[in-house]
């Protein structure tokens, strides 16, 4: 494989601001993806702690999509693509030989750009999981599932008279709210969002931020998003990625009054797109 | 002239008349830098003409050659002698059928007498006659349509909007000729059937439990008077094509699956194409497969576990039909699947699905309808096959579920009724239409029901 320049270098050097923070549950240590011959992402350490909400940000193309799906293994479905470094679930290597990729994606549960509900009931949709993990012994405790996780994911009112009717009649704000609830009905530990709101109106998007303080309680969640005024709302540290480097990662606050490299402050102010 | 000559003419004709309608536009724009003042861009007043040009005369020319042979028959027949006018209209037809052909200097079934001599010249005078009036007619109206076209050309002539409409029904006549042909091919069965149906009852037909369509040609033949019970036919058929569904189907779909999920590419890109051969295979020579190969191991292994096999067995021509169907039904699902949105697979690994979990709990049920509809059509192909049950099922309409036994199916007994020399007013050709609707009926039944499954789903998941 073509060795590729060293950008780090030409960028600035080592990823500025702090990529630690307090209880750290998932570590990435050195990350490198590769998808064939192209680099993807390079050298990426990053610390994601409980009960907070890391947003990555960075213009199209800058690898925070594929770091966000080196956190569950999603790369494993892609053929060509290899992962190297470290990246750590509570202290255990998640790409060691022991680790079962499906139990992982039990505990690091994925929300999608694009709301994907199964063809099935909104019952059934909420119930998959659960059902797969064998989580609900009786039908009584299976129904229990699926009312607390459509009642934390905002939608039990709205849906609670047609359960039976496919996940595919809901409006897409109602959709993308599903896939949330059909996420947590499966109990993980992590939430991982890629870009959760881009095909959602405002209001639409309000109420899933709004769950998302909510849910940032209970879980660690970390959402790739390309709205910066997203990020500053719903997220505690933020990590901005630039052509497969991370480049800053701070406290949301002082990212976005302060920012440390020139880069992010040209992306923040707008001027990389 | 020639039909094709004139054709030929009239096909020039339009090309002169597309150039010279072009040429108009553009000298009554002034010239090429100019086209912005024409309504239309100057080729479609080109087209305009042209079709002006041709389509009347084309027209023309068409009913002509329709009307042309009777009005020339019946003057012929006007000016022979009294004593033919008298004649029987069989009678006259055979004797006008004997004066076209001595006209064109073929053999004739009766002496060539000074009359019949006589009305063949006058015959081929005619048509001569008529030949020149047509070149004429068509040249002229041709010549006529396309001035008028020609002199119409005018920048605010709407000329593109008129071509569009001509072209939009030259489409609409494409389309509507498959549809027609349907329409007639299901007319003519359903007359001769409706004789078939004249002569044998409706009930006997679809109830009766004898098949044996033997009847006596003449009456002082010793012969039995022939028994039309076809639901021997339809449970062989039916037999036949369940015993290739439990060989298609899962085969098929299993196939899909491996292709579609866990094979790599290299193995997709050697193994479609592959399976896609098996679908290219003459049906004749699955036949064979089927009668020599097929059929003798199927007694072999049903003799040595102490079953009693007929040598054309219904198990024999069912397996090789299914193997037959295995490349529609397994590409067909496999294209179902593959339809299936990625967003589908990423949902259901993301929450911790396995990759079998998500084959058969979110991939296959939201592929079902494309697969019902790759299904329902191998049914309709494997009730319509001729060639292999001819070749593997025999003949003998045995009314049983024992699929060692031999059956004979609907087609089989189409084309054992058509073979060879036949009269079309016994009831045994005329049955072959009867089975031919009923199998036209099935099919469409089969269609329709498949259509309206896939609907139902489509509209559930998406």
Same mark, same amino acid.
């Given at each position: 494989?073509?060795?590729?320049?060293?950008?780090?270098?030409?960028?600035?050097?080592?990823?500025?601001?702090?990529?630690?923070?307090?209880?750290?549950?998932?570590?990435?240590?050195?990350?490198?993806?590769?998808?064939?011959?192209?680099?993807?992402?390079?050298?990426?350490?990053?610390?994601?702690?409980?009960?907070?909400?890391?947003?990555?940000?960075?213009?199209?193309?800058?690898?925070?999509?594929?770091?966000?799906?080196?956190?569950?293994?999603?790369?494993?479905?892609?053929?060509?693509?290899?992962?190297?470094? @470290?990246?750590?679930?509570?202290?255990?290597?998640?790409?060691?030989?022991?680790?079962?990729?499906?139990?992982?994606?039990?505990?690091?549960? =994925?929300?999608?750009?694009?709301?994907?509900?199964?063809?099935?009931?909104?019952?059934?949709? !909420?119930?998959?999981?659960?059902?797969?993990?064998?989580?609900?012994?009786? %039908? #009584?405790?299976?129904?229990?599932?699926?009312?607390?996780?459509?009642?934390?994911?905002?939608?039990?009112?709205?849906?609670?008279?047609?359960?039976?009717?496919?996940?595919?009649?809901?409006?897409?704000?109602?959709?993308? *709210?599903?896939?949330?609830?059909?996420?947590?009905?499966?109990?993980?530990?992590?939430?991982?969002?890629?870009?959760?709101?881009?095909? /959602?109106?405002?209001?639409?998007?309000? @109420?899933?931020?709004?769950?998302?303080?909510?849910?940032?309680?209970?879980?660690?969640?970390?959402?790739?998003?390309?709205?910066?005024?997203?990020?500053?709302?719903?997220?505690?540290?933020?990590?901005?990625?630039?052509?497969?480097? +991370?480049?800053?990662?701070?406290?949301?606050?002082?990212?976005?009054?302060?920012?440390?490299?020139?880069?992010?402050?040209?992306?923040?102010?707008?001027?990389?797109? | 002239?020639?039909?094709?000559?004139?054709?030929?003419?009239?096909?020039?004709?339009?090309?002169?008349?597309?150039?010279?309608? %072009?040429?108009?536009? /553009?000298?009554?724009?002034?010239?090429?830098?100019?086209?912005?003042?024409?309504?239309?861009?100057?080729?479609?007043?080109?087209?305009?003409?042209?079709?002006?040009?041709?389509?009347?005369?084309?027209?023309?020319?068409?009913?002509?050659?329709?009307?042309?042979?009777?009005?020339?028959?019946?003057?012929?027949?006007?000016? /022979?002698?009294?004593?033919?006018?008298? +004649?029987?209209?069989?009678?006259?037809?055979?004797?006008?059928?004997?004066?076209?052909?001595?006209?064109?200097?073929?053999?004739?079934?009766?002496?060539?007498?000074?009359?019949?001599?006589?009305?063949?010249?006058?015959?081929?005078?005619?048509?001569?006659?008529?030949?020149?009036?047509?070149? !004429?007619?068509?040249?002229?109206?041709?010549?006529?349509?396309?001035?008028?076209?020609?002199?119409?050309?005018?920048?605010?002539?709407?000329? *593109?909007?008129?071509?569009?409409?001509?072209?939009?029904?030259? /489409?609409?006549?494409?389309?509507?000729?498959?549809?027609?042909?349907?329409?007639?091919?299901?007319?003519?069965?359903?007359?001769?059937?409706? +004789?078939?149906?004249?002569?044998?009852?409706?009930?006997?037909?679809?109830?009766?439990?004898?098949?044996?369509?033997?009847?006596?040609? %003449?009456?002082?033949?010793?012969?039995?008077?022939?028994?039309?019970?076809?639901?021997?036919?339809?449970?062989?058929t039916l037999l036949i094509t369940a015993i290739a569904m439990l060989v298609a189907v899962?085969v098929g779909?299993?196939?899909?699956?491996?292709?579609?999920?866990?094979?790599?590419?290299?193995?997709? #890109?050697?193994?479609?194409?592959?399976?896609?051969?098996?679908?290219?295979?003459?049906?004749?020579?699955y036949?064979?497969?089927a009668?020599?190969?097929?059929?003798?191991?199927?007694?072999?292994?049903?003799?040595?576990?102490?079953?009693?096999?007929?040598?054309?067995?219904a198990m024999?021509a069912g397996i090789v039909m299914g193997i037959m169907i295995i490349?529609l039904v397994?590409?067909?699902?496999?294209?179902?699947?593959?339809?299936?949105?990625?967003?589908?697979?990423?949902?259901?690994?993301?929450?911790?699905?396995?990759?079998?979990?998500?084959?058969?709990?979110?991939?296959?049920?939201?592929?079902?309808?494309?697969?019902?509809?790759?299904?329902?059509?191998a049914v309709?192909r494997a009730i319509?096959e001729? =060639?292999i049950v001819? =070749?593997?099922a025999?003949?003998?309409?045995?009314?049983?579920?024992?699929p060692?036994?031999?059956?004979?199916t609907?087609? !089989?007994?189409?084309?054992?009724?058509?073979?060879?020399?036949?009269?079309?007013?016994?009831?045994?050709?005329?049955?072959?239409?009867?089975?031919?609707?009923?199998?036209?009926? !099935?099919?469409?039944?089969?269609?329709?029901?498949?259509?309206?499954?896939?609907?139902?789903?489509?509209?559930?998941?998406?």
């Amino acid at each position: 494989m073509p060795e590729l320049p060293d950008r780090t270098t030409e960028l600035g050097g080592e990823t500025v601001g702090n990529t630690r923070c307090e209880n750290p549950f998932m570590v990435a240590r050195d990350v490198n993806v590769y998808y064939g011959d192209n680099h993807a992402i390079q050298n990426v350490s990053l610390e994601i702690g409980k009960k907070q909400v890391i947003a990555l940000i960075g213009p199209s193309g800058c690898g925070k999509s594929t770091f966000l799906r080196c956190l569950n293994r999603m790369n494993d479905t892609i053929e060509t693509a290899r992962v190297t470094g @470290r990246i750590t679930l509570d202290g255990k290597d998640i790409y060691r030989k022991e680790q079962d990729p499906v139990a992982l994606r039990a505990r690091v549960g =994925m929300v999608f750009q694009k709301p994907n509900p199964f063809p099935k009931s909104i019952y059934d949709n !909420v119930a998959y999981g659960p059902r797969i993990h064998g989580l609900a012994a009786d %039908r #009584a405790e299976l129904d229990g599932i699926v009312h607390t996780s459509l009642e934390r994911a905002g939608l039990l009112k709205e849906v609670k008279d047609r359960l039976d009717e496919p996940g595919t009649s809901l409006s897409g704000g109602q959709q993308q *709210r599903l896939c949330i609830a059909r996420t947590i009905a499966v109990n993980p530990e992590v939430i991982l969002m890629d870009e959760p709101c881009s095909a /959602l109106d405002p209001i639409a998007t309000a @109420r899933i931020e709004d769950l998302m303080d909510e849910l940032c309680e209970d879980y660690a969640i970390v959402i790739v998003t390309h709205s910066m005024q997203q990020a500053a709302r719903v997220s505690k540290r933020v990590a901005y990625f630039h052509l497969g480097l +991370l480049v800053e990662v701070d406290e949301t606050d002082k990212i976005f009054t302060n920012p440390q490299h020139k880069l992010t402050e040209d992306y923040i102010t707008g001027r990389i797109g | 002239m020639q039909s094709t000559t004139l054709i030929l003419l009239l096909a020039f004709i339009a090309l002169a008349a597309f150039y010279l309608g %072009r040429s108009r536009s /553009l000298a009554l724009a002034g010239g090429p830098g100019q086209i912005r003042v024409l309504h239309s861009l100057p080729g479609y007043y080109g087209y305009y003409v042209a079709i002006w040009c041709a389509m009347p005369a084309l027209a023309l020319f068409l009913l002509w050659t329709l009307v042309e042979p009777r009005v020339i028959v019946a003057l012929v027949v006007k000016g /022979l002698p009294a004593t033919y006018q008298s +004649l029987s209209a069989g009678e006259l037809d055979l004797l006008v059928n004997n004066i076209q052909n001595l006209a064109a200097g073929d053999v004739i079934s009766v002496d060539a007498d000074a009359a019949l001599q006589n009305a063949a010249a006058q015959f081929n005078g005619y048509a001569v006659r008529s030949r020149q009036l047509l070149t !004429v007619l068509v040249v002229g109206l041709a010549g006529l349509g396309g001035a008028i076209a020609w002199r119409r050309v005018h920048p605010e002539l709407r000329a *593109r909007n008129r071509v569009e409409r001509v072209i939009r029904w030259v /489409l609409i006549a494409a389309s509507s000729l498959a549809i027609l042909t349907t329409i007639g091919i299901v007319l003519s069965v359903l007359f001769e059937a409706i +004789l078939f149906f004249r002569k044998v009852p409706l009930a006997e037909f679809l109830f009766g439990l004898t098949w044996s369509p033997q009847t006596a040609i %003449r009456a002082d033949q010793v012969g039995s008077s022939g028994s039309f019970g076809a639901v021997p036919l339809f449970a062989g058929t039916l037999l036949i094509t369940a015993i290739a569904m439990l060989v298609a189907v899962p085969v098929g779909l299993m196939t899909a699956i491996y292709l579609a999920e866990y094979s790599s590419q290299r193995m997709r #890109a050697i193994a479609k194409p592959l399976l896609e051969v098996l679908a290219g295979i003459p049906t004749v020579v699955y036949g064979f497969f089927a009668a020599l190969t097929v059929a003798p191991w199927v007694r072999e292994a049903g003799q040595s576990v102490g079953l009693q096999v007929a040598s054309e067995s219904a198990m024999a021509a069912g397996i090789v039909m299914g193997i037959m169907i295995i490349p529609l039904v397994s590409s067909l699902s496999d294209d179902a699947i593959n339809a299936v949105p990625t967003a589908m697979r990423d949902g259901a690994l993301g929450l911790g699905s396995t990759r079998s979990e998500m084959i058969k709990k979110v991939i296959l049920p939201a592929a079902l309808p494309g697969i019902v509809g790759g299904i329902l059509l191998a049914v309709s192909r494997a009730i319509g096959e001729t =060639m292999i049950v001819v =070749m593997a099922a025999g003949l003998a309409a045995n009314l049983t579920a024992n699929p060692f036994e031999a059956v004979t199916t609907v087609t !089989v007994q189409i084309v054992t009724l058509l073979v060879g020399d036949q009269e079309f007013d016994s009831a045994k050709t005329l049955a072959a239409f009867a089975l031919g609707l009923m199998l036209f009926v !099935v099919t469409l039944c089969l269609n329709v029901i498949g259509l309206g499954v896939v609907r139902k789903y489509r509209e559930q998941y998406e």
